[in-house]
């Protein structure tokens, strides 16, 4: 089992950076994919982005540029630096990580992005 904790959500004006973290614990011993979803109201989930252990990062093309995906293995962590937000960034952010043919998420941290 794994347990994910978002954290560093919150109000920022547009144009505002933002950061953040998600902590993993349980019996995991290794994730191989963590990464970040969001989603608004009335629509589905989207993909932010995705890193794997080893570093290799998959985006939202929306994203590129603006986002950017990082982990720290020793600390089972995984962060999302949100730089340049704008007020259509607005959603729910929920950490996910995928181990042993399963998939695990967080209970989602909301980031508000005011113009």
């Known amino acids: 089992q794994v347990q994910l904790v978002e954290s560093g959500g919150g109000l920022v004006q547009a144009g505002g950076s933002l950061r953040l973290s998600c902590a993993a614990s349980?019996?995991?011993?290794?994730?191989?994919?963590m990464g970040w979803y969001r989603q608004v109201p009335g629509k589905q989930r989207e993909l932010v982005a995705l890193?794997?252990?080893?570093?290799?990062?998959n985006y939202a093309d929306s994203l590129k540029g603006r986002f950017t995906v990082s982990r720290d293995n020793a600390k089972k962590t995984v962060y999302l630096q949100m730089n340049s937000l704008k007020p259509e960034d607005t959603a729910v952010y929920y950490c996910?990580?995928?181990?042993?043919?399963?998939?695990?998420w967080g209970k989602g941290t909301l980031v508000t992005v005011s113009s």
């Open positions: 890193i794997t252990r080893g570093g290799s990062t």
């Open positions: 996910y990580a995928y181990y042993f043919s399963a998939e695990y």
């Open positions: 349980g019996s995991a011993f290794s994730i191989n994919t």
